[in-house]
């Protein structure tokens, strides 16, 4: 594998350095990467909230939308 130097990465341009971190973080598994404590229980606590009261709940089709509408 050829060896990739700070000065060949620089020279990459915007779209070839973001594909090449989206190949990196792919190549990882998820005993690679384990969450944090703190953060598993954070989505831990949010989960339960969430499963306790629905009702704040957005779908992801409303999320969608409202993205489309400010990248517009």
Do not use: C
Not at 7 to 21: C, F, G, H, K
Not at 25 to 52: G, I, K, N
Not at 55 to 66: L, P, Q, R, Y
């Amino acid at each position: 594998m050829p060896t990739l130097t700070e000065t060949a990465i620089a020279e990459l341009s915007t779209q070839e350095r973001l594909s090449l971190i989206a190949a990196l973080w792919d190549s990882l598994t998820d005993a690679q990467t384990p969450l944090p404590e703190a953060q598993r229980a954070e989505l831990e606590r949010r989960l339960a909230h969430f499963e306790d009261d629905r009702s704040g709940a957005v779908s992801w089709e409303n999320i969608k939308a409202e993205l489309r509408a400010r990248s517009s």
